[in-house]
């Protein structure tokens, strides 16, 4: 105990400089909204390359299953897109037509192929890491998907990562849905607990849908397109306010597998949010003549 008081009293003004500085850092990156947004910048930059390692390390056990995995996805949908070819070529006696509707609409979009190299589960709040970022074209509000459907939007950016903001967040996510065929959309909430199950709410009550039936975005937001997978229909509740449906959606994205997923870039999104931005400046100029 002595030396451990003599030791304190030896070096008493180091401590107490460390502390200071501490505390001081602390103030500066927690109360200075650009201080701590390079911060956040500089600590997802390493973070990110630490994670990369952990998950490349442990990626190649699940290489195999996840192999085997994506070969049947593409059996899948090869066979799907085969029939429906067909059947477009019976009813028009045109091979060419949904060939060119197919690359026309392709085209619209930018996908950039990323792989998940964090990723957490048992928040309300959970966030994830993908390995492309400013460099490779990724950009924050950019939506985010898998070979099986939604799976959150961009964030924040560094040159070489980017965060995103997964379906699976309480506070922040929020995802313009529709129900396949129905034309009713509504709004992809998830309420933390189980990461196979969400919530589309505000579906309006004269919708009339079966259980079972599949969501997917409804392309009323500059994020996602239409058609991107969400989950099938399990049980439909009554609203609060009993002038809405919630349904109650198992999503088709397996969160605590996912490994490759793909950033979806619209090249459409810049002249709508600047016709939006637009708008908006119009409304204002008018309000404030009046």
């Known amino acids: 105990m002595r030396n451990l008081l003599d030791f304190l009293k030896m070096y008493h003004h ?11 850092g602390v103030l500066l990156f927690k109360y200075n909204s650009y201080q701590g947004s390079v911060w ?17 390390v442990t990626a190649h056990f699940r290489l195999g299953e996840e192999n085997k995995a994506l070969m049947l996805r593409n059996m899948y949908l090869e066979r799907q897109v085969d029939q429906l070819r067909r059947l477009y070529n019976d009813l028009t006696n045109d091979t060419t037509v949904m060939e060119r509707n197919e690359l026309a609409f392709l085209s619209q979009y930018k996908v950039i192929p990323a ?18 970022g400013r460099a490779d074209g990724v950009e924050v509000d950019m939506g985010v998907a898998c070979g099986n459907g939604v799976v959150g939007v961009v964030y924040m950016t560094s040159d070489h990562y980017a965060v995103v903001i997964p379906v699976l967040n309480v ?11 129905r034309g009713y959309f509504g709004y992809l909430h998830w309420y933390g607990g189980d990461p196979s199950v969400a919530y589309v709410e505000d579906v309006p009550r ?66 709508r949010a600047s016709l939006m931005q637009a708008a908006r400046d119009s409304v204002s100029v008018t309000q404030n003549r009046q």
Request: charged share 25%; aromatic share 10%.
């Open 171 to 181: 506070s922040s996510s929020r995802i313009s849905c529709a129900i396949r065929n």
């Open 40 to 56: 956040l910048s500089s600590a997802n930059v390493m973070t990110g390359k630490i994670y990369e390692w952990e998950s490349d």
């Open 206 to 271: 004269h919708a009339r849908f079966k259980l079972g039936e599949w969501v997917e975005t409804s392309g009323f937001s500059s994020i996602f397109p239409s058609g991107v997978l969400v989950g099938k229909i399990e049980q439909a509740y009554n609203s609060q306010d009993g002038l809405s449906y919630k349904l109650k959606v198992r999503l088709s994205t397996d969160f605590s597998r996912l490994r490759n997923v793909c950033v979806i870039s619209d090249k459409s999104i810049a002249e």
């Open 115 to 132: 792989k998940v190299v964090d990723n957490s589960l048992n928040k309300s709040d959970n966030l994830m890491t993908i390995d492309k």
């Open 14 to 24: 180091w401590l107490l400089f460390i502390f200071l500085e501490v505390v001081s």
